[in-house]
């Protein structure tokens, strides 16, 4: 049988938790006192911690086990703190997750001086990991904050962006950070080279879908229950698969900011309609790929986690 909706959020969590405990184990002394309460800020980010659950599971789906996890996933977790003070700066964001930006309390060189003192306690936490898992972990990370950096340039540089175009940014910018974490918990765990894969390309695509379900959370949440500015894409004439999906249907930007958000709403139902097919492909995609990973519980929660990333809320 696998694992629910009910079972996977509440793994979720369990999971963070344990996570926030191992982010709490770091120890760091940093000069001056004040970028060290902005680099703790960071750390102490609230969410469910999807990236590095995903690593604990799969380490435990190859036949590891979660404490073999714990430093990579806080590794992980690091990488992606990190990702979001970024965003935030990009954005010029006031808020995430309920709470005030690094970029809007402290202002943006701080954060980005944070950013480089993150990304090297980063390092550090992953040469902590045994020695055989080190470079495996550490190339794996560094691959993914390239990928990273290369999605965010991608989108900032382009213009007239296709579909393709779409899928290539996601791929880089939210989909490589998922795809490490299945990977490296799969090293971790001792999988097989084709669980490895398997996982790694299972990353990917739940990767690509948890963009598209952004994507759609954008344009149909509230400020309030999302935590943060909605229709930012848009404003920023970013290319989110709805407003690609529009303008195929004749919606110019030009129009789209003229309307009031009940309208705008209303009027990108469709396109709603068919990014929602687009993720259900990518969560399709997902699953085809656990049926080379050993039949278990972990397997099982796999499963519950691309249906989780569909359906979630926020």
């Not at 399709?284 to 249906?307: H, M, N, T, Y």
Request: charged share 25%.
């Amino acid at each position: 049988m696998r694992g629910s909706s009910v079972d996977i959020e509440k793994v979720l969590e369990s999971r963070a938790t344990l996570i926030d405990k191992e982010m709490g184990l770091l120890s760091f002394v940093i000069e001056p006192p004040e970028l060290a309460e902005v680099v703790r800020y960071a750390l102490c980010q609230k969410g469910k911690k999807i990236r590095a659950s995903l690593l604990t599971i799969a380490c435990e789906a190859v036949g590891g086990n979660i404490a073999q996890a714990m430093v990579p996933a806080a590794v992980v977790e690091m990488i992606h703190n990190t990702s979001l003070v970024l965003d935030d700066v990009i954005d010029n964001a006031e808020t995430r997750r309920g709470r005030s930006t690094i970029n809007h309390r402290w202002g943006n060189n701080m954060a980005l001086i944070a950013c480089d003192a993150l990304l090297a306690l980063t390092i550090r936490q992953a040469s902590k990991s045994s020695v055989n898992m080190t470079n495996a972990i550490i190339e794996c990370a560094a691959n993914s904050m390239l990928s990273l950096a290369e999605g965010e340039a991608l989108e900032l540089v382009g213009k007239d962006y296709t579909l393709k175009d779409y899928y290539k940014i996601a791929e880089r910018k939210t989909a490589s950070l998922f795809s490490a974490s299945a990977e490296i918990g799969a090293l971790v765990g001792g999988g097989t080279s084709k669980e490895v894969k398997s996982l790694r390309e299972y990353g990917t695509s739940i990767g690509i879908a948890f963009q598209i379900r952004d994507d759609i959370l954008d344009v149909t949440s509230s400020n309030d229950s999302l935590g943060k500015p909605t229709l930012i894409d848009l404003k920023m004439d970013r290319p989110t698969v709805i407003m690609l999906l529009a303008h195929e249907e004749g919606l110019t930007r030009e129009k789209m900011l003229a309307m009031s958000r009940e309208d705008l709403q209303e009027v990108l139902k469709p396109s709603v309609a068919r990014a929602e097919m687009l993720a259900r492909e990518q969560i399709d995609k997902a699953r085809r790929q656990l049926e080379s990973v050993r039949a278990g519980p972990s397997r099982d929660l796999l499963f519950a986690l691309s249906d989780y990333v569909l359906a979630r809320g926020k």
